[in-house]
């Protein structure tokens, strides 16, 4: 395989990596960051395109990496191979794996979601905050097989690194659009959907909610929970069970019990 070398710190590319661990140059100039294995062939699996893969073998964690290099160049990445400090500097990871993707940005409006014609599943985040919990909801909403995710008038960038990580990668396997709440709303039930709304605020418990058929099930931000305008708009609102001190879960834990609630519904009929 051909590759380049670098070494230097002063290297102007990985000067430019470092800068887009950054929001701000990475949204101008349109790119992702993709660290270690498992997000990296998560990506490859789901034909994500990778243009630039940085790679340091001394970092290597396990016996796979060379043969995924060899079908991201088959793919058309350029390679570079970097030394254990200049790979340390671009890395976002405190224990990098040696291993670090390049990728263009791809985003998405509704239009680019498919509602199958039965039982459609769709997991709706309004203005999640951190990037981990993002990142965990939809690795949970990956598991499941929903049709899509929908975020809400974020307030986390979908391509934080962080998110990327807590993904596992499955931010480049699952379908994602991004929308405001009153335009997800009018999609969803032009659709014929249900909108179960997900509240500590309310009496009904998930479990006594039917989730067989089509819907979507809707989360708030970590501080505030759901607006008004979903809580409005819901044909089911609905909460979890807390029966300690505690008042609510994190999101991405109550995300996770409502959709496999929803999967073991669907499975035993």
């Not at 609630?261 to 035993?268: A, F, G, K």
């Amino acid at each position: 395989m051909e590759f380049e070398e670098i070494n230097s710190l002063q290297n102007g590319r990985v000067k430019q990596i470092v800068k887009w661990r950054e929001r701000g140059p990475r949204d101008r100039d349109q790119v992702v960051l993709i660290e270690g294995y498992r997000a990296l062939r998560r990506a490859l699996e789901a034909e994500y395109p990778v243009d630039e893969l940085y790679f340091c073998p001394e970092l290597y964690q396990g016996e796979n990496e060379e043969g995924l290099l060899r079908e991201f160049v088959a793919r058309g990445a350029r390679l570079f191979r970097l030394g254990a400090a200049a790979f340390a500097k671009i890395a976002y990871r405190d224990r990098p794996e040696g291993l670090l993707g390049i990728g263009p940005q791809r985003r998405r409006g509704l239009k680019g979601l498919t509602i199958p014609p039965e039982k459609a599943f769709f997991l709706v985040a309004e203005q999640i905050e951190k990037p981990g919990n993002l990142g965990t909801m939809m690795r949970s909403a990956d598991a499941v097989g929903v049709d899509g995710l929908i975020l809400c008038d974020s307030r986390t960038d979908l391509y934080n690194p962080n998110v990327v990580r807590a993904s596992t990668g499955n931010l480049f396997t699952l379908p994602i659009a991004e929308a405001s709440s009153e335009e997800a709303i009018d999609w969803l039930k032009a659709a014929g959907l249900r909108i179960l709304a997900a509240s500590p605020h309310v009496e009904k418990l998930y479990f006594d909610v039917d989730m067989k058929g089509p819907l979507a099930i809707v989360v708030g931000s970590e501080q505030y929970g759901l607006s008004e305008t979903w809580m409005q708009a819901a044909d089911e609102r609905l909460r979890l069970p807390m029966m300690g001190k505690a008042d609510s879960l994190n999101v991405s834990t109550a995300s996770a019990l409502l959709l496999y609630e929803c999967l073991r519904q669907r499975l035993v009929g």
